[in-house]
Structure formats: structure tokens, C-alpha cells
């Protein structure tokens, strides 16, 4: 065989090796993304109360604090009733959220000076939560099939294992271009999250502490989101969460915001 | 006035009756909240050439809100009062809500008074037309007063339909003689009496009892919000004048109507689209030896409203484009003429809102609503918002009307008297600022 016929086998060899390696490393990250998936479910209802801290780049503190319900709902996307308690002036505003798989969410928003209920759009997920370094993107339902997932091998952060894993959200309203997760072998949660912006920039990353289990299932106390292009931080807290809470479809209707 | 004062007795009862929900029973858990806010509110005109109107505002205003669970019932209280040094026909205390109510799946009753909000669109509400209104806030969307009524909502399917009773024909709020956002003529130095209602049995009175009664179904449908009503009450938007030939006084008349109506809101991706529409046939009243009715009179309208909100994301912040447009729909004239409280006929809407979605939750409005039957009469309005720390916040309006009552060269005075829609408040260009303390 000659040598140019031995440099083209070898690197057809090398190139099919390399796609083999690649489609292997998409449905490995996609199982352990589906697996996670079906760890962190089943917990049929969710309350809880949260606060917020946000911290700008000269280290001023502002709080928000908000309650928190949400259901499984099967063959559907999770319902939730997030309610604004703090600051004062928006205290008692609710946003209802129905997720849907494969389309957009459905969502209303209670106005409670005025006493409106407002259908709106959920279209804009790139938008900041409440100021904060959250977007509605990051706090919605993350479901599986939001992303197309890649295993980037494992590693050990915090002295955690984990497995780092890529994924690239499918919606082209998301505002990143893609998000790198080390996800906890144990937990089934990320640890951390990179976030890259739209020009493939690193902008913020979060990270999650304070692990703790609820009934089988694993939660962390705090997300922690620091925006590497504006230095500015957002820490957000569960001060108390019940899973397996005693709520049922009825509390998640569009009426029920009125309650 | 007597009916700024009765609600602040029955306000001492609301208190009286949540306190006695306050009372703790063993096993059953119960939750009272309440919040309130303390506001300045400023407001300057520009000044106009007619010496009783009052062009400057500066006022003490407070929001009390009380709520109480004690499953399955629950209690809510929400006043309003306002303390005005400039302009004391201001001066108000107002129940917005006061009202006890019952739960139990899938049926809910409240007794008292209640703030309805029936609209769909943002600058038109044919639809929400329940509540009696408070005509010397906000030219725009005037503030709503509680209506006592008896509610019984039954949910089914994916929404509810519910019924109300009102017995109590409670009176809107009219601006005084000295307002600048007063719809009655200013040059003329006519006293303004009392309102009067005309009833079921079409006789004009001030009686406070009426039977009155609605019924509304709310349904969601996929992506749309619809929703279906009818009511027979006496409207509190619309007031012809009549003479009180007893007095001398002119004195707005309310008529009784029957309307039927809906809404509907659907999102189609971005875009929210949505639609409101009220038909009223109304109760003309019967001859009265002491009321001398006016020549206008009410006539039979369709009031229609459809809008556009178009959203999309900028930066951290949200702007939302807001078309809407309203048509008055009369059968046995061309053209409306009664003189109703409200400014738009048939008028279109061109706005922009911004959200900046910051610590502060900064918000920009601006609109213009130009009329349609004649494009020189338009009113911009604009609003700024913007939370100081974390209990204070800053709220700045400014509403600019240039609407020339069409007097051919006859006066002002006669101007006044011929003008309809927008022209009620041609000039009344505002600008006041709210500054709110909230706990």
C-alpha cells in the first residue's frame, strides 16, 4: 500500500472513529440527562417559600422574597404558581405558568392592585426574573427535551464526581448559545452551570449548595448565579420546601388566582 | 357626599367583622395579613382662564389592605381615603373591598363589597362596566369604588360561571364644579345636584335599592381566554342631565341597562390579540313633573375594542407594543350623542411599555389615542415607574389633550355645552407625580 493510500485510510479511519465518538458521547449525555430526568420526578407537588438576594457590582444587597407552589402534571409540563411577597409594593402579584411539552408555555399574570388576571405571552425566556441574574429560562421547567446533550467526559468539582455534560438549548428564542453542566452522580442535579451568551461569550455561571434530601429526592439549598460581563450576583434560597405537598390541580386553574 | 361617608361606617364594620375572624379556634388554622400604603400625590393642570377650577392638587392619600383565612371562609378588607390641602371636594374615604366569603370545591360565595375586573384591553372596557368609578382620578382609567353584591362562582370544566346580586345602587364619584376633569361644562356657573337614577320600573329617583343582577362564564380554550356576560343594572359611565325643577339644580341621570358582552384573549406566539365588546339597550325613564329630562337621550349602542400586545425581549428588559382601537356602534342614529362620562368614542391607541426588569422594576408607558372621526383631536398620555429602595417608589404621569370643541367661532361657553368625547377635557393637560410609602 502506498503512502498516500495509507493517509487517506487512516484518516477516513480516523474520521469515522471521531463520528462514532461523537454520536456515542450525544446519546451518553442524552441517557444521563433522561436518567436525572427521572430521578428528580415523581414528586408530584412542591411549595415552598424563597429569597432572593441581588448584589450589584459595588456589593449593594437588595432582597425579594416569593412563594413557590408547582405540580407534575402527566403527559404535560409542570404546573406552578409563583407569588410576589416582598417588596411591599408588588406583594400579592402572581404569575400562573402551565408548562407544555413542545410548545409554548401557557401563562397568566394576576395584578393584584387592580385585581386583573392578564393572559401574556411566555415567548420572552432570555429576560431578567424580578432584576436578577435569573432569567425565566433558567427558573422554568428544564425539561430534557429543551436541549440537545453531549457527554464531555467526568470530573471532579468540590470533590464531587460528576459528569461534565454540554448542552445546547433547541429553542432559538433561548439567550444562550449553549450551557456546560456538571451534573452530581449522586444528586442527579448540577453542580454548576456555565452559561454562554449568543456570541459564545461565558457569561454568568451558577452554582448550586447545600444539598440536602427531601423524601428520595435530592435539592439544593441555594443557587448562586455571578455574571461574569456586569460583576453583579444573584443568590436565590429556600427558607422552607415541602415536597409531596398536599395541593392538587384545582389550586393551579386560572381562577385560582383570585384565591 | 353622604356616600363617601356611608363607606366609612360600613368600613368600621369590615374592621368589627375581621376581628372576629380573628378569633383562633383549636385545629383550624388561621392566616391574617395585611399591607397598606402612604402616598403624596401632587398634580398640576395647566392653567386654564376660568377662575372656580382648581388647577393644582396636593393630597395625603392611603391604601389599607386586611385578608383573613380561616378555611373554608375568608375575609378581605381594602380601603381608600384621600386628604387633599388644595382641593378639599377631593377629599374621599372609599371601600374597595370589604366582603366575607365560603369555599368549598368547586363553589365559592362572597357577600360584600367587591372590585370586579372584567377588561381585556388596556385602554377601551366595554366589558368592564360593574363597578361604579371615582371620575376625578385618572382620566384614562378612572379608579373603581367596591360594589356590594352577592357572588356565587361554580367552577367547571376549564373556567366557571358565576352569578352576582347587587341590591345597592351605589353612585359614582363625580368630579366638582371646580375639577379640570370634570365632563360638565366649567364657564357656566350651573350648580351641579345630586345624581338620580332611573330604575326597572323607569321611574327617576335617588332611591339606593335596585334589583340587579349579572351573570357571567369564563372558559380557557386552548390558547384563548374567553368569556361570556349579561347584567341588568344601572350604569354609572353614561349620565344624561336633567332639571330639577324643584332646586334649579342640572343633575346627572343614570340610566337602567341590560348589556350583554364578552371577551376574548388568545396568544398567538409574540402577539397577544384580544377583543371586548358590550351591546346596551337602555330603560328610557318615564315623564317625571319634577325632573325635566334634556333633548339628548341614551341610545341603544354596541361599544366594541380590539387590540394587539406584540412583546419581545430587549437586553435584560421587555418592550411590548400595544395597538388597540374602539368603536361606538349606535341603530337608530348616526352618530352617538349622549354626554357619557368617558372621553373615547371612536378612537384608536398607539402604545409602547417598557419593562426594564431591574432591582427597581423600572417601568416607561407613553400612548397616544387619536380620535378617528376627526385626527386632530388626540390625548398622549405617559407613565413612569420606579421603586425606591425597597418600600418606596415613584410614580410620574403626564396626560397632554388637544380635542377643539368644533364652536364656530361662538365662544368657549358654547363650545363647552356642544362638546362630546375627548372635548369635555380639551386642555386639560396634567402632570402629577405619587410618591408611596409601602408597608
Not at chain 2, 110 to 116: P, S
Request: hydrophobic share 40%; proline share 5%.
Amino acid at each position: 500500500m502506498s503512502l498516500p493510500r495509507i493517509l487517506l485510510f487512516a484518516s477516513a479511519a480516523l474520521l469515522s472513529a471521531t463520528a462514532v465518538a461523537a454520536a456515542d458521547s450525544a446519546a451518553e449525555g442524552l441517557a444521563i440527562a433522561k436518567r436525572c430526568d427521572a430521578a428528580n420526578s415523581g414528586f408530584g407537588s412542591e411549595e415552598a417559600e424563597l429569597e432572593m438576594v441581588l448584589i450589584n457590582a459595588s456589593g449593594d444587597r437588595v432582597k425579594r422574597k416569593l412563594a413557590m407552589k408547582s405540580i407534575e402534571v402527566e403527559d404535560e409540563g409542570d404546573r406552578s404558581m409563583l407569588t410576589f411577597l416582598w417588596p411591599p409594593d408588588i406583594k400579592g402579584t402572581k404569575l400562573l405558568t402551565h408548562g407544555r411539552v413542545g410548545k409554548s408555555d401557557k401563562q397568566w399574570l394576576y395584578l393584584s392592585a387592580m385585581r386583573r388576571v392578564k393572559r401574556i405571552s411566555s415567548r420572552n425566556q432570555s429576560g431578567a426574573f424580578m432584576g436578577s441574574e435569573f432569567a425565566f429560562e433558567d427558573l422554568g421547567g428544564q425539561e430534557v427535551s429543551k436541549y440537545t446533550w453531549n457527554l464531555d467526559g467526568e470530573e471532579t468539582l468540590e470533590g464531587r464526581a460528576a459528569w461534565k455534560l454540554t448542552r445546547v438549548p433547541t429553542s432559538r428564542r433561548s439567550g444562550y448559545s449553549k450551557q456546560i453542566v456538571w451534573m452530581d452522580k449522586e444528586y442527579q442535579q448540577p453542580l454548576r452551570i456555565d452559561f454562554y451568551d449568543r456570541k459564545q461569550a461565558l457569561l454568568k455561571t451558577l452554582t448550586a449548595k447545600g444539598f440536602a434530601r427531601h423524601g428520595k429526592w435530592w435539592r439544593p439549598k441555594t443557587l448562586e448565579v455571578v455574571n461574569h460581563q456586569t460583576h453583579k450576583k444573584s443568590i436565590l434560597e429556600w427558607t422552607e420546601r415541602e415536597l409531596e405537598a398536599d395541593l392538587d390541580e384545582d389550586e393551579f386553574d386560572k381562577d385560582a388566582l383570585e384565591d | 357626599m353622604s356616600g363617601r361617608w356611608l363607606g366609612w361606617r360600613s368600613a368600621l364594620a369590615a374592621a368589627a367583622g375581621l376581628c372576629l375572624l380573628a378569633v383562633p379556634a383549636e385545629g383550624k388554622k388561621l392566616k391574617v395579613k395585611s399591607q397598606g400604603q402612604l402616598s403624596i400625590e401632587g398634580r398640576v393642570f395647566q392653567p386654564d382662564d376660568i377662575d372656580r377650577t382648581q388647577d393644582t392638587g396636593l393630597g395625603l392619600a392611603g391604601r389599607l389592605e386586611a385578608n383573613a383565612r380561616y378555611k373554608p371562609f375568608d375575609g378581605q378588607l381594602r380601603l381608600f381615603s384621600r386628604v387633599d390641602a388644595l382641593d378639599d371636594t377631593r377629599n374621599l374615604v372609599a371601600i374597595e373591598e370589604l366582603y366575607l366569603g365560603f369555599k368549598m370545591k368547586p363553589v365559592r360565595v362572597r357577600v360584600g363589597y367587591q372590585l370586579l375586573n372584567w377588561s381585556a384591553t388596556e385602554a377601551f372596557h366595554p366589558a368592564d362596566m360593574l363597578n361604579a368609578r371615582n371620575y376625578d382620578s385618572r382620566l384614562e382609567n378612572p379608579d373603581k369604588l367596591g360594589e356590594p353584591m352577592v357572588e356565587v362562582q361554580v367552577r367547571f370544566w376549564e373556567g366557571n360561571v358565576s352569578a352576582y346580586y347587587m341590591p345597592v345602587r351605589r353612585a359614582p364619584i363625580l368630579p366638582r364644579a371646580a375639577s379640570r376633569l370634570s365632563p360638565f361644562p366649567k364657564r357656566l356657573d350651573v350648580p351641579l345636584g345630586d345624581p338620580l337614577f332611573s330604575g326597572r320600573d323607569r321611574q327617576i329617583g335617588d332611591d339606593w335599592l335596585e334589583h340587579q343582577w349579572a351573570l357571567r362564564i369564563e372558559q380557557t380554550l386552548g390558547d384563548a381566554d374567553l368569556s361570556l356576560h349579561v347584567f341588568q343594572h344601572v350604569d354609572r359611565s353614561q349620565p344624561t342631565q336633567v332639571v330639577d325643577l324643584f332646586t334649579g339644580d342640572i343633575r346627572p341621570l343614570f340610566h337602567f341597562v341590560t348589556q350583554v358582552g364578552g371577551t376574548w384573549q388568545q396568544v398567538f406566539g409574540p402577539v397577544v390579540g384580544k377583543l371586548e365588546v358590550g351591546h346596551r339597550e337602555f330603560g328610557y325613564p318615564d315623564p317625571s313633573p319634577r325632573y325635566r329630562l334634556t333633548h339628548r337621550e341614551m341610545l341603544d349602542h354596541t361599544q366594541i375594542a380590539a387590540g394587539l400586545e406584540f412583546g419581545w425581549g430587549i437586553g435584560q428588559g421587555e418592550g411590548t407594543l400595544i395597538l388597540e382601537g374602539q368603536a361606538m356602534i349606535t341603530y337608530d342614529e348616526p352618530k352617538l350623542a349622549t354626554p357619557d362620562l368617558g372621553p373615547y368614542q371612536r378612537d384608536a391607541l398607539l402604545g409602547y411599555r417598557h419593562a426594564f426588569n431591574d432591582t427597581s422594576s423600572t417601568r416607561l408607558q407613553a400612548g397616544v389615542i387619536v380620535d378617528l372621526e376627526d385626527p386632530s383631536e388626540w390625548m398622549i398620555a405617559a407613565r413612569f415607574e420606579r421603586r425606591l429602595g425597597d418600600v418606596w417608589s415613584l410614580e410620574a404621569n403626564l396626560r397632554a389633550i388637544m380635542a377643539e370643541p368644533d364652536d364656530a367661532g361662538a365662544g368657549p361657553e358654547l363650545g363647552e355645552l356642544i362638546a362630546v368625547g375627548l372635548e369635555r377635557w380639551n386642555n386639560a393637560n396634567e402632570l402629577n407625580l405619587t410618591l408611596s410609602r409601602f408597608f
